[in-house]
């Protein structure tokens, strides 16, 4: 069984497919979702499918250039605390990728998204200690992170078993 962090995973085809998918990113950034910030939105679902077909770390940066681009489009309403959520993302799409491809099986998907959302719903609490103040982060998660990471990773997921049933055995 191969790592799910195999180098030989990141080649110019990926770097060019990173790209592809923080394109594709930046656009569903465009498809914001209602909270009470306005950086919620599609953006993840690109990160997340592209940590699960290609690889952890392409998804990763995917995440964090999604995430930014979401941002961007909002007018940056957290500030610099934008670059430590963009950070957190990167850990949550690394992560997803890291379990679907150690699970490999269909199930494996799903675990993936359950945990991915709850990293999700972690990182604005993560910020308090960095000057988001606490009634933000809880009215941010509660229901609208929540909601948003189910829609992001459950998009990525369905994506993600459509397109693993068309692989072809050695390819």
């Known amino acids: ?47 997340f499918f592209a940590a699960g077909f290609i690889s952890p770390i392409v998804g990763g940066f995917v995440g964090f250039a999604g995430h930014l681009a979401s941002a961007a489009t909002a007018g940056f309403p957290s500030g610099p605390l934008h670059l430590v959520i963009a950070s957190g993302m990167f850990i949550v799409c690394l992560s997803y990728g890291a379990i679907v491809r150690a699970i490999d099986r269909i199930w494996g998907v799903w675990v993936g998204t359950v945990i991915c959302v709850i990293l999700n719903c972690l ?49």
Do not use: E, H, Y
Request: aromatic share 8%; glycine share 6%; with cysteine.
């Open 1 to 47: 069984m191969r790592s799910p962090f195999d180098r030989s995973d990141i080649n110019i085809r990926s770097i060019i497919a990173a790209a592809a998918f923080s394109a594709l990113s930046a656009v569903t950034a465009q498809i914001k979702l209602p909270s009470t910030i306005g950086s919620v939105a599609l953006d993840s679902a690109p990160a």
């Open 123 to 171: 990182i604005p609490f993560a910020c308090i200690p960095l000057g988001l103040p606490k009634g933000v982060a809880i009215s941010l998660v509660f229901p609208f992170l929540i909601i948003a990471a189910f829609a992001n990773a459950g998009i990525a997921s369905v994506l993600l078993i459509i397109f693993s049933k068309l692989r072809t055995p050695g390819a």
